[in-house]
């Protein structure tokens, strides 16, 4: 099946009250992140999920910023719950004719994971690491393959698994 046929993602279903996300956002390739973040948002009101939007300078700090996000989440509410329940990061690498693409993309992804698996956290990851800008636009169409949508329904599945064992 092309990346055209695809269905749209569908937001899962998830355990419990409404999860509350923060969506850190690069947006660089303002016109490609804005899509991921409409495909994003799609998924977040199909779940009935509230979110809040944090911009950031470039992919580089995706995971700074989502680190930076626990830190004053370590603060609870008054009810000791964490402020978000789950976090997505969206933007786009393109390459260019020097090798700082393959370093961006790799310590970013790498980043990223280290966040997530270092501190627990459901994370959904919609970095776009392509070639050339219309290879982007591709995959942050409002139709099928948009990867805001996916990174989203993959980041609320993982809060769904965490809250189903317990974790948070």
């Not at 055209?4 to 016109?31: I, N």
């Not at 626990?70 to 090798?99: K, N, P, S």
Request: aromatic residues 6%.
């Amino acid at each position: 099946m092309s990346t055209e046929d695809a269905e749209p993602p569908r937001a899962p279903r998830v355990q419990g009250p409404p999860p509350h996300l923060l969506v850190v956002r690069a947006p660089y390739y303002r016109e490609v992140v804005d899509g991921l973040s409409d495909g994003a948002a799609r998924i977040l009101s199909e779940a009935g999920a509230t979110h809040e939007l944090l911009d950031v300078a470039g992919a580089f700090e995706l995971p700074q910023a989502i680190r930076l996000a626990l830190r004053a989440g370590a603060r609870t509410d008054a009810g000791g719950a964490a402020r978000f329940d789950g976090y997505i990061a969206l933007g786009c690498v393109v390459r260019g004719e020097t090798d700082h693409y393959e370093y961006i993309c790799r310590e970013t992804m790498s980043g990223l994971m280290h966040v997530a698996l270092t501190y627990g956290i459901a994370l959904g990851t919609g970095l776009l690491t392509v070639d050339t800008v219309a290879q982007a636009l591709a995959r942050a169409r409002p139709d099928g393959h948009n990867k805001g949508a996916e990174a989203t329904a993959a980041a609320l599945r993982q809060i769904d698994a965490a809250r189903r064992l317990g974790a948070f």
